[in-house]
Structures are given as C-alpha cells and as structure tokens.
Nanobody, 126 residues
C-alpha cells in the first residue's frame, strides 16, 4: 500500500549538515506517524526521530538539539535536518510509516503493517 523512498544521504565531515527526505507513495489516505531510524554496523536499529500527523515530535537523546524532523503532508514527505554531525551518526538511515489509513469497503481503516524504506547511507568523517 505504501512505498517509501529515502534520499539525501552521503559523506560529510564532522560538524557538517545533511538533509534527508523520505517520500511516500501508494494508495492511502494518511499516515499517522513517520519516523527516521538508523542502524550502524553491528548495532541494532534505533529510533532517531518521529513525527505525528499533527506535528508532535520525538527525538532520541543522542540527537536532541542537532536534528530536526518535519513533514509536509501535501507532498507526503518527511524530512530530517541533521546538523553538527559527528562520526557516531554514521549509519544507514531508514524511513518508517506507522498507522497508515486507507479506504476499504466504504470505511476508513488503519493498517496494522509497518512500512520501511530501503535506507540511505550517512557517513560522517572525523
């Protein structure tokens, strides 16, 4: 039902900035929560930041004050502005969609599935 495509990753020096984008496509009415996760080699995937349809945000302690999540519902896109990057931010960053609503049989339903993008690599050099 939902396809997520991330972009904006790359190689940056410590102290630099990157802006990630994740565009959703497919047949759906709305997405309740969109989030960014990351996974470093040998580590578990962890939440970086999330944002609800109403604009409420949540951040991992490690990125508070440096990263900002936002979304443009008209463009079906969520962004992650990453400033003051440090080598520990190096990881594959994934976009996730939760609480996808869709019309079925004349009723608005909520999918129980989670949707993930393919990931985009962020590498911060020291």
């Amino acid at each position: 039902q939902v396809q997520l495509v991330e972009s904006g990753g790359g190689l940056v020096q410590a102290g630099g900035s990157l802006r990630l984008s994740c565009e959703a496509s497919g047949i759906f009415f709305s997405i309740n929560v969109m989030g960014w996760y990351r996974q470093a080699p040998g580590e578990q995937r962890e939440l970086v930041a999330s944002i609800t349809n109403g604009g409420s945000t949540n951040y991992a302690d490690s990125v508070k004050g440096r990263f900002t999540i936002s979304r443009d519902n008209a463009k079906k896109t969520v962004y992650l502005q990453m400033n003051s990057l440090i080598p520990e931010d190096t990881a594959v960053y994934y976009c996730k969609a939760d609480g996808v609503k869709y019309w079925s049989g004349g009723r608005l339903r909520t999918s129980t599935d989670d949707y993930w993008g393919q990931g985009t690599q962020v590498t911060v050099s020291s």
